[in-house]
């Protein structure tokens, strides 16, 4: 994601990552929920190599830029992701260990 953005917003959306995956890691920590939150930390080291962010950047030259408005319908918005978040906690702390994989499972 961040391979493919000016320049000067590379720190800014770096710092975004890592303060997200942070806020949502500590968030399902308090849910409970130790390999989501492994999940989300993993995100920061994809972050912290700019080796990766580098040769992405150098192997896309000359592409045809895109833009971000043409991208909208491809993002979730926030409200969607804080609601998705908040049931999933709701459930984690209203439901019992075994109600909860049953629920799980009818969902699917």
Request: hydrophobic share 50%; charged share 20%.
């Given at each position: 994601?961040?391979?493919h953005?000016?320049?000067?917003?590379l720190?800014?959306?770096?710092?975004?990552?890592?303060?997200?995956?942070?806020?949502?890691?500590?968030?399902?920590?308090?849910?409970?929920?130790?390999?989501?939150?492994?999940?989300?930390?993993?995100?920061?080291?994809?972050?912290?190599?700019?080796?990766?962010?580098?040769?992405?950047?150098w192997?896309?030259?000359?592409?045809?830029?895109?833009?971000?408005?043409?991208l909208?319908?491809?993002?979730?918005?926030?409200?969607?992701?804080?609601?998705?978040?908040?049931?999933?906690i709701?459930?984690?702390?209203?439901?019992?260990?075994?109600?909860?994989?049953?629920?799980?499972?009818?969902?699917?």
């Amino acid at each position: 994601m961040t391979s493919h953005c000016a320049w000067w917003t590379l720190p800014f959306l770096a710092a975004w990552i890592v303060l997200s995956s942070t806020t949502a890691a500590v968030a399902l920590l308090l849910a409970k929920r130790p390999r989501a939150a492994w999940a989300e930390l993993s995100d920061i080291g994809a972050v912290l190599t700019p080796g990766r962010v580098l040769g992405a950047r150098w192997r896309s030259r000359g592409t045809r830029q895109v833009r971000r408005r043409d991208l909208q319908g491809l993002f979730v918005p926030s409200r969607t992701v804080l609601r998705h978040t908040t049931d999933l906690i709701r459930d984690e702390v209203a439901l019992e260990p075994g109600q909860l994989e049953s629920a799980r499972a009818a969902a699917v």
